[in-house]
């Protein structure tokens, strides 16, 4: 294509608010690689635990799926942050892609071969883990490197949330299928095949020569800055702690939804499907609305509603018995995670400095995924002593409480992020108070 023509083509992107990231070249390859792989992820995710609780019956085993899988985030996010703010991007998030790849080639093997056992589903997922603790933090840090134009960072990272959870909405349905039709190995390999179009997408990016900063010679040096960085600055600290909050008394709803799908409103893996595509719509929703504004301004109240409001949702669910409430309940509580969630990041990646971008991301995996395998381990072990409902009801009311603790601290806060939006050019000195 002529540059005129790709010129032309990049700035009719930039007319429609909602996709204006997509005027960057770079940003589109990523856009629709990653669209395709994101729901294969969504497809092994939903057959992996269908796997687990059908070999097993057992909460507690589907609590340490969730476990394995996500406790290498806790564990290596930040040192991971720190070789992100080191490492070459694209080169990282291109290896980890084809590692995620074989891990998928040989779940599918041992699954399709009979072979499968609950010790290879552990041992996988924390593969998985690990190979997702690096790709995380390059991942997000990575997105300010792909779009051509700092304005369209907030668009490009409500974008990334509108895929992750277009991908909700169809991965876990075609799961559902799938998993009824052809089992669970038929899954694994269409995740292995999703892989490619993401490599090829990252292999095929022009970037920009990027200056190079002066950095320590110890690791541990710049882990323990990246720390007192991100925790010395009052709004930074309180959203992290949010997003963790919420990470381990909410987001194991995901592991115990096998249980209410098969024993509490007496289904099976499509009713699994449904539930988490539900979800995934509510998900969807409100990265559509995210992706529809202009400014990061405002996006704090945002977060103390999308907190709230996935806490009630929760509580809600925990107590119906019957489908079409499970799934407006589930749609709701999809909303407010993807609020909290992509305001979180949002407000993270515009107060950051550029040179510590990559640790900071690295704790933003900590609180979303690390924290989650521990609230994995907690929720299947109350699941197994007082049941699944009475554990998704006070997850829900935790979070609701985080919320609330947020709105009362803000007013503080507020007044130590406007000079950053300030310094940034998001306000002038003359604009009112956020």
């Known amino acids: 294509m002529p540059s005129k023509d790709r010129e032309r083509f990049a700035s009719s992107f930039r007319t429609l608010p909602i996709w204006r990231a997509l005027g960057s070249r770079n940003y589109r390859l990523f856009f629709g690689g990653q669209g395709v792989s994101l729901i294969g992820t969504w497809v092994q995710r939903v057959a992996l635990y269908w796997l687990a609780y059908r070999l097993t019956d057992s909460a507690v085993v589907l609590g340490a799926v969730g476990f394995a899988g996500n406790i290498p985030a806790f564990v290596l996010s930040p040192v991971a942050g720190v070789l992100a703010d080191r490492w070459d991007l694209r080169r990282s998030l291109i290896v980890a892609q084809v590692l995620a790849l074989v891990q998928a080639l040989v779940l599918a093997w041992l699954t399709v071969t009979g072979a499968v056992a609950v010790w290879h589903i552990l041992a996988l997922s924390a593969v998985l883990g690990v190979i997702n603790a690096f790709d995380m933090p390059a991942r997000q840090a990575f997105v300010v490197q792909m779009v051509d134009r700092a304005e369209d960072l907030s668009n490009a990272i409500a974008l990334n949330s509108f895929l992750v959870n277009g991908a909700r909405l169809l991965g876990p349905v075609a799961a559902g299928v799938l998993v009824a039709v052809v089992g669970e190995g038929t899954c694994f390999v269409l995740n292995a095949v999703s892989y490619v179009p993401v ?105 103390i509603a999308g907190t709230a409001l996935f806490g009630l949702s929760l509580a809600a669910f925990a107590g119906s018995s019957v489908l079409w409430l499970s799934l407006a309940m589930m749609l709701l509580s999809g909303l407010g995670m993807m609020l909290q969630m992509a305001a979180t990041n949002t407000l993270l990646q515009t107060l950051v400095d550029d040179d510590k971008r990559g640790r900071v991301m690295s704790l933003y995996t900590m609180a979303f995924l690390g924290m989650s395998p521990f609230g994995s381990l907690l929720a299947g072990y109350l699941a197994g002593w007082i049941g699944a409902s009475w554990t998704l009801l006070l997850g829900g009311l935790c979070c609701v409480l985080g919320a609330l603790v947020f709105a009362i601290r803000w007013p503080a806060l507020r007044r130590l992020v406007q000079p950053v939006y300030v310094r940034k050019g998001i306000l002038s000195e003359a604009s009112p108070e956020i």
Not at 267 to 281: H, N, Q, V
């Open 199 to 303: 490599i090829a997408a990252l292999v095929a990016m022009r970037m920009a020569p990027r200056a190079r900063r002066e950095r320590s010679e110890s690791l541990t040096r710049d882990l323990r800055e990246g720390f007192a960085y991100a925790f010395g600055f009052a709004p930074i600290r309180a959203l992290l702690v949010l997003l963790g909050l919420s990470s381990l008394m909410g987001m194991p709803y995901a592991t115990l939804m096998p249980i209410f799908a098969k024993d509490i409103l007496s289904g099976g893996p499509y009713t699994l499907g449904l539930l988490l595509a539900s979800s995934g719509l509510g998900a969807l929703i409100g990265a559509t609305y995210l992706a529809s504004r202009s400014s990061v301004v405002g996006l704090e109240r945002i977060t």
